[in-house]
């Protein structure tokens, strides 16, 4: 790689500020960027950007795309970069920012250092520290390219091949109140419904690959009175959607049971929130990278993770995609740094995957 060029790029990506929400000063900057490098830009109409590039020393016409997010979390405003030695750090009072923006900073320069490549689209996303907003609502018609690499990771011979469903549970349970001393035969106590219902899950780690877990609840008003409303928050995990499926069943058809047997009503919203993927290691989008990772002297390791990223909503739009680490440490903290030997991997890494495709 080109360093002083990569640690430029990167340290100017970080000083504009772009927290959660807040990243169209960035968007705006990055739009600009990217004419000058001689591609063209284009938003959705949630705000995500979409970058494309013309093929380099290559007729081919099919896309790859690589993404990356555009926001940081707190405290991610007046970031002051300082390279020092191998690593860079912020001054200690805010993130360092390469969580994600090194991200995207190495795959500009793995693509600068490409001898050839084909088309490439840069998916800058918004929101996905708070929920992966951006691409849980990117406009994927705009999207040319089938497969893509989304570099979030940390540890750069990782790739991430899969991830969880996640299914959300809200659930409220209506009883009635009485005087809980002078006429408790009247009432019904949600308290106890929710109490009932919950002993019968099986929580935490359900089996090797599926997780369950009640995370809030909420009821009763007065210690005199029979609590009539409780409310219930809790989610389910599986690495097979089916199974996650059947777990959400199970967890709804206790309170229902439970609320019917004392004469309760419940009601009970369900959201799938992330679909399962799970890529084969036989599959295009891994095994280019996998080579390409070989060449720049990494040993890839496949892993799966039980939580989500853009990538888990880019797979269940169509788009096959993996994720890679951006060699960075301590990310969501003032302690955030990037290790440059590891950057330099990762970008030699993605340059080969680009040429491959090219
Ligand atoms: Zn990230």
């Known amino acids: ?11 100017d990506f970080v000083k504009i500020p772009s927290e959660s929400s807040n990243e ?3 968007l705006k900057y990055f739009e600009g960027f990217v004419k000058n490098l001689g591609g063209t830009s284009e938003r959705d109409s949630y705000g995500n950007l979409i970058a494309r590039f013309p093929a380099k020393n290559s007729n081919k016409t099919e896309y790859i795309a690589f993404g990356a ?13 300082i390279v020092k030695d191998d690593k860079i750090t912020s001054d200690g009072t805010t993130v360092l920012g390469s ?17 050839k490549h084909p088309p490439i689209e840069i998916i800058v996303t918004k929101e996905e ?16 390219s089938k497969e893509a690499y989304v570099i979030d990771g940390e540890y750069v011979n990782e790739i991430i091949v899969g991830g969880p469903t996640l299914i959300t549970l809200d659930i409220e349970i ?11 035969q009247e009432g019904i106590s949600s308290i106890q419904v929710a109490a009932n219902a919950i002993s019968r899950l099986k929580l935490g780690l359900y089996d090797e690959n599926s997780t369950a877990n009640i995370g809030i609840i909420k009821g009763g008003e007065i210690r005199n009175g029979i609590p009539e409303k409780t409310t219930v928050t809790g989610e389910c995990r599986s690495l097979d959607h089916e199974k996650a499926l ?14 019917e047997k004392l004469g309760a009503k419940v009601e009970i919203k369900d959201n799938v929130a992330l679909k399962a993927y799970n890529l084969p290691e036989t599959e295009k989008v891994i095994a280019t990278v996998k080579e390409g990772m070989k060449k720049a002297g990494l040993e890839a390791k496949m892993t799966i993770i039980k939580g989500g990223t853009d990538a888990t909503h880019f797979n269940a739009n169509g788009v096959k995609t993996a994720v890679l680490g951006v060699g960075n ?10 290790l440059l030997d590891s950057a330099e991997k990762i970008i030699n890494a993605m340059k080969h995957t680009m040429e491959a495709l090219a």
Do not use: Q, W
């Not at 790689?1 to 340290?11: D, G, V, W």
């Open 1 to 11: 790689m080109n360093k002083e060029r990569f640690i430029k790029n990167f340290t």
């Open 24 to 26: 169209e000063e960035f």
């Open 69 to 81: 997010h555009a926001d940081t979390v707190k405290p991610g405003v007046g970031i002051k970069p």
């Open 99 to 115: 969580d994600d923006k090194a991200g995207l900073a190495e795959a500009i320069e793995a693509m600068m250092i490409a001898e």
């Open 129 to 144: 520290e708070i929920g992966s907003f951006g691409s849980s609502n990117l406009d994927y018609s705009l999207v040319k």
């Open 174 to 184: 209506t009883g009635k109140s009485a005087h809980a001393g002078m006429a408790p």
């Open 246 to 259: 059947k777990i959400c069943e199970e967890m709804k058809k206790a309170f229902t049971e439970e609320a």
């Open 329 to 338: 440490r301590k990310i969501h903290s003032v302690d955030e740094y990037l």
